[in-house]
């Protein structure tokens, strides 16, 4: 009887043998289906991060979050840190970054989060640990492939037990015994896919019905909480609304796209395998949602005094970003308050929205976040 054992009893190198190998094994495989998560389940997240000075600086340069307090300690002082912290969403990323491979990383889209506070400022350094808690689970009604899984996931540090951060997450989770194909082929991977870009639409612009909106659109002077408090004053006074796009935009290249997500862990095969990709709706690997929102955000922070990160709540992913799209943010102001924070701050809540350059939304989500007086 042959021994499969023997080092030279099967070539592994002979192509047509080695073919035959793989079409005959089975493939261990990684994630989680749907099936696997029941409400109230809580999961431990090994194998933590540890935050890092370097990764931290290239959260923020790629991303274009060029804020100096984040790594110059004179500056970090004088916004009343200790020492220079993590940036607020690298440390997100990276808490969310380690949940993947529990939770998504057998596929499915990242659909949205919501209720995020930071609890305590992160330095790095710091050693994450985290936990998420199944807050629901349902099946997708318009995709029987897949279900919808919602979690809670705390980030804390691991030293001390504090709590850092907290969120809610929903995601499209595949079924283990899918009916049909994925069912989710989208207008705009069809456009691209014929090499027309454009988009089927069974109403031309002209006969689509006309949204209500507001006739003027009010931009303020600067960045201070002053600026934005006058602006929605002036604008409520005019039946008008405090909204505004940002210049810069950045385009998604192999290092945002792959390298970014690949730094916190995130085993999603959408950010950094292009073979299994190019079977899926995308055609391509996809930006990870934290990424994304991180570039539309920097745009904003880049024209506003931003002191503190304080929350986001209803943060949606409207649809994929791929090689080569780049990322412009638009910014709606909702509400200033001026009793919240210290008295050199006020609160401001936005709307942000990040748009590909064939202005089509991907990302919004709201914001608040303490602002610089004057
Ligand atoms: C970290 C990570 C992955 C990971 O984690 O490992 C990532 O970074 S990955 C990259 C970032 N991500 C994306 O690139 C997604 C972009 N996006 C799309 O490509 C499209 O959005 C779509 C194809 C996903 C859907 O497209 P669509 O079919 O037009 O979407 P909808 O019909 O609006 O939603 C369908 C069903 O999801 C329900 N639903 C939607 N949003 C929410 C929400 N926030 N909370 C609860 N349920 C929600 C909806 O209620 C409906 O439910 P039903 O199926 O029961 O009707």
């Not at 009604?141 to 907290?166: C, F, H, K």
């Amino acid at each position: 009887m042959t021994d499969w054992s023997a080092p030279d009893a099967i070539d592994c190198a002979d192509e047509q043998v080695f073919q035959t190998l793989l079409d005959r094994v089975e493939t261990r495989e990684k994630g989680n289906y749907f099936e696997y998560f029941a409400e109230g389940d809580e999961i431990h997240h090994d194998p933590g991060l540890r935050l890092s000075q370097h990764g931290n600086e290239e959260w923020m340069g790629q991303t274009l979050n060029h804020d100096p307090a984040y790594w110059r300690p004179d500056d970090a002082r004088e916004r009343g840190f200790d020492e220079p912290p993590a940036h607020p969403d690298y440390l997100l990323a990276c808490v969310m970054g380690i949940t993947v491979e529990d939770l998504s990383e057998k596929g499915g889209y990242f659909l949205g989060r919501t209720d995020v506070t930071f609890h305590r400022t992160a330095y790095p350094g710091t050693e994450l640990d985290v936990t998420s808690t199944v807050v629901d689970t349902r099946t997708s009604s318009s995709r029987p492939d897949y279900g919808i899984v919602t979690w809670e996931s705390v980030g804390r540090d691991r030293e001390t037990g504090e709590e850092l951060v907290a969120y809610e997450r929903t995601n499209m989770i595949p079924r283990r015994e899918p009916v049909a194909s994925d069912g989710g082929e989208r207008q705009r991977s069809a456009a691209r896919a014929d090499g027309s870009g454009a988009v089927a639409d069974e109403s031309s612009p002209s006969e689509a019905a006309t949204p209500d909106l507001p006739s003027t659109l009010v931009a303020p002077e600067g960045g201070t909480f002053e600026d934005f408090r006058v602006a929605l004053e002036r604008a409520r006074d005019n039946g008008a609304a405090v909204a505004y796009r940002h210049e810069r935009g950045r385009t998604m290249d192999e290092r945002l796209v792959a390298g970014l997500p690949l730094a916190t862990l995130n085993t999603a095969r959408q950010h950094h395998n292009r073979d299994v990709m190019a079977d899926s709706p995308s055609g391509d690997i996809v930006a990870y949602g934290d990424v994304t929102r991180s570039i539309a955000l920097a745009h904003a922070r880049s024209d506003e005094a931003t002191f503190r990160e304080r929350r986001f709540e209803n943060e949606r992913f409207h649809d994929f970003v791929t090689l080569g799209d780049t990322i412009y943010g638009f910014s709606r102001v909702l509400d200033c308050d001026g009793e919240a924070g210290p008295d050199h701050t006020g609160a401001v809540t936005f709307e942000h929205v990040a748009f590909n350059q064939d202005s089509t939304p991907v990302y919004s989500g709201r914001r608040t976040a303490l602002i610089t007086r004057q």
